[in-house]
T-cell receptor
Framework: DGGITQSPKYLFRKEGQNVTLSCEQNLNHDAMYWYRQDPGQGLRLIYYSQIVNDFQKGDIAEGYSVSREKKESFPLTVTSAQKNPTAFYLCASTPIAGADTQYFGPGTRLTVL | QKEVEQDPGPLSVPEGAIVSLNCTYSNSAFQYFMWYRQYSRKGPELLMY????GNKEDGRFTAQVDKSSKYISLFIRDSQPSDSATYLCAMSRTDSWGKLQFGAGTQVVVTP
């Protein structure tokens, strides 16, 4: 089955630790995105990538880092510099760069203890 | 002021009723409009995509765009308990590649 997978579904982190969230897609989509969702605030864009080995900051990139070494993979690292990392993280992709119709993965719930 | 405003609800309706959802926006540069459905603790699912003023229908769903008033709507006819979810509007500008602005989402509860 084609789709977007995110792992793990739930993740717990101690303060001061970095943690990496996985996003994989087998849809052969060019562009991939990371969003953060907090209650009452909708989705906010963290980083996005149009092609392999290239990515751009979104609206709230501080405290996060990404890589795009393979077309199908776009991992997100939440660093200790992110002051309020507890949130629901969503990965999305689009078939071609510039397309608006984004398809989302199931999400990862990150909780900082 | 947020660029996209959406009433968070919850909006509670009886089964079979019409659900009416809307978003307002402030930037006239938005040209493409989407509605997503999100079940609890799941990723959003694209429901409707429109790029012009007017109506677009797909089964029980109708999306309406009024660019002159900067207002978009989603109507769900013959609502079912399975329609209980959060509905997110999203929109994008022609000069902002693939970057969507989302509303905060409206929680809908359809009671049997």
């Amino acid at each position: 089955d084609g789709g977007i997978t995110q792992s793990p579904k739930y993740l717990f982190r101690k303060e001061g630790q970095n943690v990496t969230l996985s996003c994989e897609q087998n849809l052969n989509h060019d562009a991939m995105y990371w969003y953060r969702q907090d209650p009452g605030q909708g989705l906010r864009l963290i980083y996005y990538s149009q092609i392999v080995n290239d990515f751009q900051k979104g609206d709230i990139a501080e405290g996060y880092s990404v890589s795009r070494e393979k077309k199908e993979s776009f991992p997100l690292t939440v660093t200790s510099a992110q002051k309020n990392p507890t949130a629901f993280y969503l990965c999305a992709s689009t078939p071609i760069a510039g397309a608006d119709t984004q398809y989302f993965g199931p999400g990862t719930r990150l909780t900082v203890l | 002021q947020k660029e996209v405003e959406q009433d968070p609800g919850p909006l509670s309706v009886p089964e079979g009723a019409i659900v009416s959802l809307n978003c307002t926006y402030s930037n006239s540069a938005f040209q493409y409009f989407m509605w997503y459905r999100q079940y609890s603790r799941k990723g959003p699912e694209l429901l409707m995509y429109t790029y012009s003023s007017g109506n677009k229908e797909d089964g029980r769903f109708t999306a309406q765009v009024d660019k002159s008033s900067k207002y978009i709507s989603l109507f769900i006819r013959d609502s079912q308990p399975s329609d209980s979810a959060t509905y997110l509007c999203a929109m994008s500008r022609t000069d902002s590649w693939g970057k969507l602005q989302f509303g905060a989402g409206t929680q809908v509860v359809v009671t049997p």
